[in-house]
């Protein structure tokens, strides 16, 4: 594909034809196995879980849209997490951002902790802070940005630069701000990873994983764990993900466009002591007036179009407390400190006609005043 314009790239890139019928969109290769006409001999598909074409379809788009040569989807984002973290061995350290998604910090605390590796959870709103973490066995910075539900927005070319000097890859969470809106790997990433039920799917009615790299050598090693662990995703989500990205750049410019009017409305409501907004996306938090959890149960509980549910990228709006959900795999001390109190709310803006948005909104906060 020639073109370097998003919009074409999110239909075409990667993208061709069916050469058996000529079918404009990817069939749907609904096989577990692939005839071989002799022992060995076959067209390049053997068996779903290391190759399927429908997964290739949508690996190629997710290669194309990042700005990488490379893709891996997976069943979930954590089984994309879980790859990127088998890159590493016991007693390699991790310098992660503090303010992450809760399955993250669950993944790195439960699961690989115990297997000898050790974090280091940072703010990284400075190189210094995260400059000083560095030893000679830092092998992996981990960021996300912007971050969930904080929204705090990381340099990312910063961490690029001590992740060179100190020849540790850097994997980047781009699943807020989708590649319409940031492409790490054009910044030094080594590593990017989408959960793709959010956004790139789009319509919450799939859950996928994906990491996409630029890196020959690094794609072969994270190409043998996706196939040699399992946790591919099967062809009909990979299908759903492939129709999602064909409208991401058309829904993000909606998200977005409800988004700013919400915070807006919402830094002028007197029952929000405080919101977060990064500038860009479909994601806002913000603190209800008591910062309490009985004050922020009474608003999710009241809203009608915002749905009280987990997850978030989806057409529709979703409301979430990310203390009791989310986050709530996060020590209650360790959430509070980056922010993630009883009374922080958490919103997926969806493409919703605004006006019922915002009288949603007006209507649940009203109980507060």
Not at 117 to 128: I, Q
Not at 257 to 268: D, H, P, Q, S, T
Request: charged share 20%.
């Amino acid at each position: 594909m020639d073109s370097e314009h998003f919009g074409t790239l999110a239909i075409h890139g990667g993208q061709f034809p069916d050469p058996s019928t000529g079918a404009v969109m990817p069939p749907i290769y609904q096989t577990s196995t692939y005839a071989q006409t002799a022992p060995g001999v076959h067209q390049g598909y053997e068996y779903s879980r290391t190759q399927n074409p429908t997964r290739h379809a949508l690996e190629r788009s997710l290669a194309s849209i990042e700005k990488g040569t490379h893709a891996m989807a997976f069943g979930s984002g954590l089984a994309a997490a879980d790859a990127a973290m088998k890159l590493l061995h016991p007693g390699d350290e991790v310098i992660s951002t503090s303010d992450l998604y809760g399955g993250s910090y669950r993944l790195f605390t439960k699961v690989y902790q115990p297997f000898g590796l050790k974090f280091h959870f940072t703010p990284m709103a400075s190189s210094a802070e995260v400059e000083a973490l560095v030893t000679k066995n830092t092998k992996m910075i981990w960021v996300e940005t912007p971050t969930n539900p904080m929204l705090n927005v990381i340099d990312i070319e910063a961490m690029a630069s001590i992740a060179a000097r100190c020849g540790a890859l850097l994997v980047v969470d781009n699943t807020f701000a989708t590649p319409y809106l940031q492409q790490p790997l054009e910044m030094g990433a080594h590593i990017v990873l989408h959960s793709a039920t959010k956004y790139l799917g789009g319509h919450s009615d799939v859950v996928l994983g994906a990491l996409v790299v630029k890196d020959a050598a690094l794609a072969e090693r994270l190409y043998f764990i996706q196939n040699a662990s399992g946790a591919v995703c099967g062809p009909m989500d990979s299908f759903l993900v492939l129709r999602g990205i064909k409208t991401l750049h058309v829904r993000m410019e909606r998200h977005q466009e409800n988004a700013k009017k919400v915070v807006e409305y919402l830094r002028g409501h007197s029952a929000v002591e405080k919101v977060y907004y990064p500038g860009m996306g479909g994601m806002v938090s913000f603190v209800v007036k008591g910062n309490d959890l009985a004050q922020a149960s009474k608003v999710v509980s009241a809203l009608r179009f915002f749905t009280l549910a987990e997850s978030l990228g989806g057409v529709e709006s979703l409301a979430g407390h990310p203390a009791s959900m989310t986050h709530a795999s996060i020590p209650k001390d360790k959430r509070e400190a980056v922010g993630v109190t009883d009374g922080l709310l958490r919103l997926s803006v969806g493409i919703e006609d605004i006006r019922d948005l915002l009288a949603d909104l007006n209507q649940a906060l009203s109980l507060l005043s």
